[in-house]
């Protein structure tokens, strides 16, 4: 929940922490001091890596907001991780397991998961400074000062003055991580579009092209009712009836066909830096069905012209 990110170039003190939040008290709702280093993490055999997040500081769960299913995960105790679902998923671990927290090839040991939390962007390792100090052979140095901001205040004016406070290296901005990721997906949703548009296209042009055949092979039947007396409406309702109700049926066979495809295609999406959570909105079942009852309907209107212009005489002569 943080919006500004300093880094320093020294092992931050309590003196140092008071003084930025003294400095900019009437723009902070909150400050931590964090060490933030990569690691990799180890589970029975597979290593990923991962942003190693150690603070002894109680105000950390104001900086993270850390649950699952919602409902709030506690910060680990000493010997102890939480680890994001994505990074969980992919070295196969779950809570209760004991992994192998790693800094560099010399310096490492093994810690029990207390927990899993949700994230979606990144994968982290959340612990306390006395747990880092058993990982790492320097122990724990906060070097990362995360600054949460109030409603009135500017996160990158904020950012702009604490790069000229002594001993910050540099500062980062959430916001301008939260636009790429929306830049990234925005990009997503034009490869949805394109997507749409062809199944759109496909399902015209399957039910234009089955319903040209239907007619093409019934055309002596058509002739023939309508020799009987039919009306021309009567006769699309004959004919166009068992369009609809196949159309329908075909629906309701393809919306549970198409949840388990969507659920095979984001299953086989591994993007190790990124946990997508797999949703349907109930609009998108209204809308789906509504636009294939559409098309239905549609291409039923387009060949009402071909019933129109059956020759009955040409189409009941005797086949020589």
């Not at 942003?51 to 105000?59: C, K």
């Not at 490492?108 to 100090?133: D, F």
């Not at 020799?227 to 009836?241: A, I, Q």
């Amino acid at each position: 929940k943080y919006d500004v990110s300093a880094q320093f170039s020294d092992t931050l003190t309590e003196d140092k922490i008071n003084e930025v939040e003294s400095d900019h008290k009437s723009e902070l709702d909150a400050a931590t001091a964090v060490q933030m280093t990569s690691g990799d993490v180890t589970g029975d055999s597979i290593t990923k890596s991962a942003y190693i997040v150690a603070s002894d500081d109680p105000a950390i769960t104001d900086i993270f907001d850390l649950h699952i299913d919602g409902e709030t995960v506690p910060y680990p105790g000493k010997g102890e991780v939480l680890l994001t679902e994505k990074l969980a998923e992919l070295t196969d671990i779950k809570t209760g397991d004991t992994v192998t927290v790693s800094v560099s090839d010399t310096e490492k040991a093994e810690l029990k998961v207390a927990g899993l939390v949700e994230n979606y962007v990144q994968n982290y390792l959340y612990m306390t400074g006395e747990t880092y100090a058993m990982v790492a052979d320097k122990g724990y140095e906060p070097k990362t000062l995360l600054l949460r901001v109030n409603d009135s205040a500017d996160e990158y004016a904020l950012s702009a003055a604490l790069s000229k406070t002594d001993g910050v290296s540099s500062v980062s901005v959430v916001t301008d991580t939260r636009n790429m990721i929306d830049q990234m997906m925005q990009s997503l949703n034009y490869v949805v579009a394109l997507v749409l548009i062809s199944a759109g296209a496909l399902a015209f042009i399957v039910l234009f092209n089955l319903g040209n055949i239907n007619l093409t092979e019934r055309v002596r039947e058509i002739a023939t009712i309508k020799v009987l007396g039919f009306y021309d409406s009567e006769t699309n309702r004959y004919v166009f009836r068992e369009n609809i109700i196949l159309t329908t049926l075909g629906t309701l066979l393809g919306i549970p066909m198409g949840m388990l495809l969507h659920a095979y295609v984001m299953g086989q999406i591994r993007i190790d830096l990124m946990c997508f959570d797999v949703r349907i909105a109930p609009l998108s079942y209204v809308i789906s069905v509504a636009l294939t009852l559409v098309f239905g309907l549609f291409v039923n209107f387009v060949l009402r012209r071909k019933i129109r212009a059956v020759d009955m005489a040409q189409a009941l002569k005797s086949i020589e």
